[in-house]
């Protein structure tokens, strides 16, 4: 069974929905080997909606050595044939291409394959060099995908930083037209003018002004905001000042001394 093919499990953090032209041409001779096999009879009967977790956690109990520890193995070439023979009607050729092909296209596995040069059996012994060609082909589709993630998480700290933006700017227009109804509001309760001419004088309505007084008048009744304190500058903090003993008291009764040292009144 070939180690590289097109559909990364969706639990990898940096899987892509197909893999690299090459990889896929590397799966196609063993792919066709394996539809070719005869099916094995079965001796126990086949799980049919055993999905690609539960064949891993199946695989995992079956063959620790390979499938269960820590890390990823390279897998020998053709496994899925050795597993049919080892594990007779366990599993059917579509759950085992369905899980090979997760397992085979994760980050981990490409990883583990870009770092080894040997394969491994269903006992975790070693069955087979691992080419350079397969080896080239790893390290080509982690470039690409780590090239994928390095660009979608540009996009999304440049999505912040405008969502960011936007927010601020949002909330300083908010200001700036929360001061302007507590303007409109106190020129309103001391004019002289007449409500047309104070509509002119503001760039309102008399159909809009009643409105935004109300708003006004709410917005004063409110309590301010509270401001948070700015953290001091890193680097600036003040320091604790130690605790200092309490010495008041401690000279009490001591003859007293003039700038020569001697005792007060001594000749």
């Known amino acids: 069974m070939n180690d590289i093919t097109n559909a990364p499990p969706p639990s990898e953090p940096m899987t892509v929905a197909e893999t ?20 094995l009879p079965a001796k ?16 995992k109990s079956l063959f620790p050595a390979l499938f269960g520890g820590n890390g990823f193995k390279p897998l020998k070439l053709r496994v899925q044939a050795d597993i049919q023979e080892r594990a007779p009607g366990v599993f059917t050729k579509a759950q ?13 596995y490409l990883i583990a394959l870009s770092k080894s040069t040997q394969r491994a059996d269903l006992d975790g012994q070693p069955a087979g060099e691992l080419s350079d060609e397969h080896r080239a082909a790893a390290l080509e589709e982690l470039t690409r995908r780590r090239g994928l993630q390095q660009e979608r998480v540009a ?15 949002r909330i300083q ?20 003018l007449t409500l047309a001419n104070f509509c002119v004088l503001k760039g309102v309505t008399p159909e809009e002004l009643p409105g935004l007084l109300e708003i006004a008048r709410r917005e004063a009744a409110e309590p301010p905001p509270q401001r948070e304190p700015r953290p001091a500058p890193a680097g ?5 000042r130690p605790n200092r ?10 003859p007293r001394h003039d700038q020569r040292g001697k005792p007060a009144g001594s000749v």
């Open 20 to 39: 690299a032209p090459e990889i896929q041409a590397e799966a196609a001779p063993e792919l066709a080997a394996e539809a070719a096999a005869p099916d």
């Open 44 to 59: 126990v009967a086949v799980a049919n909606d055993m999905t690609p977790s539960a064949v891993a956690a199946k695989l």
């Open 96 to 108: 085992l291409s369905a899980f090979l092909r997760r397992h085979t296209g994760s980050t981990g």
């Open 155 to 169: 996009l999304e700290q440049q999505r912040t930083a405008q969502e960011q933006t936007e927010q601020r700017e």
């Open 173 to 192: 227009l908010e200001q700036i037209q929360r001061r302007n109804r507590a303007g409109l509001l106190y020129d309103h309760e001391r004019t002289t």
């Open 236 to 240: 600036h903090e003040r320091p604790a």
């Open 245 to 254: 003993p309490d010495r008041r008291g401690e000279h009490r009764g001591r």
